[in-house]
């Protein structure tokens, strides 16, 4: 580890640790302060490391794409499913084995911008978080950042709420004001295994955008942020996929996602549609 990115972490952690001392409310704060501390720090040394041409953090060997494809014993075309994580910092590419799923990659994010929490508006230079869905008609094969891919933002649900923005992209390089960067290495990997997908006969597939990974434990150190109502919404789709391994169908209705498994078999190819439950239908 170089000393710049040694000398960063030091002062992430000093940074932490002098505002949990001057916070007035101590019960939880320690555990929030960290993981707050974490995630920068990360995002600083992946920045850090592009900037001095060294491999991100759990960059995989991208020389050796057909032994990791039949490591996991999945080929080029068949059907994928993308999972982002922003404290993380990564990006899972699962592909379709069978009727299931299974984890392919994890991609390291060398860039993404603000916070965690939703994007509202236009210029806010926030990443998105949320259920999406990309089409063909939404590559651009010849992005200003390489290569790159639209995730659909706003969705329907996001317009329910008066959300705007544009051009979201999933690209390459490493810049970001809304974006997820991925350096053109990964991007151009992601990219071949998007086209043979849908070259292959998937009409679109779902990328889905997490604040964090939503396990109770993330859930419990976030529970005081005004996002966590939101954030108990996601993780309905975030469970269901962990439990099925099959990317759910999502629906929303009345300022809520609605989400119920994928069916046995299914590539996730439905978009997001205004269907209501009974319970939720009459509130």
């Known amino acids: 580890m170089s000393p710049t990115i040694k000398s960063l972490i030091l002062s992430a952690i000093v940074v932490a640790g002098f505002a949990f001392l001057v916070s007035g409310n101590r019960q939880g704060s320690l555990a929030l302060y960290v993981s707050n501390a974490k995630m920068d ?13 060294l491999p991100l953090r759990g960059a995989p060997r991208f020389d050796k ?3 990791r494809l039949a490591g996991k014993d999945v080929t080029l ?17 699962w592909m379709k084995k069978g009727r299931q799923f299974v984890l392919f990659q994890t991609y390291p994010i060398c860039r993404w911008s603000g916070f965690l929490g939703p994007k509202l508006k236009e210029g806010d230079r926030q990443s998105p978080e949320g259920f999406y869905s990309v089409s063909r ?12 891919f639209n ?57 889905h955008t997490f604040p964090f990974r939503m396990n109770e434990n993330n859930m419990a150190i976030h529970s ?16 269901a996929f962990n439990l099925h391994r099959t990317p759910p169908e999502i629906s929303h209705c009345n300022g809520h996602y609605v ?12 978009r997001l549609q205004k269907k209501c439950l009974p319970e939720l239908a009459a509130n």
Not at 41 to 53: A, C, N, S, V
Not at 259 to 270: C, H, I, L, Q
């Open 137 to 148: 008609r939404q590559l651009n094969p010849n992005s200003r950042w390489h290569r790159s």
């Open 151 to 207: 995730i659909g933002y706003p969705n329907k649900f996001d317009k329910s709420f008066k959300r705007t923005g544009s051009l979201i992209m999933v690209h390459g390089g490493c810049g970001s004001i809304g974006c997820f960067a991925m350096t053109n290495e990964a991007i151009t990997e992601i990219w071949k295994i998007v086209n043979a997908a849908l070259d292959n006969g998937q009409k679109r597939y779902q990328v």
């Open 41 to 53: 720090m990360l995002r600083k040394e992946q920045r850090l490391r592009y900037d001095y041409r």
């Open 224 to 239: 005081g942020d005004r996002w966590h109502g939101f954030w108990l919404n996601l993780k309905t789709g975030y469970d």
């Open 65 to 67: 794409l057909p032994e």
């Open 259 to 270: 989400v119920r498994p994928g069916k046995p078999g299914s590539s996730g190819e439905r």
């Open 77 to 93: 075309g068949s059907a994928i499913f993308i999972r982002i994580f922003k404290a993380e910092s990564e990006l899972e590419l």
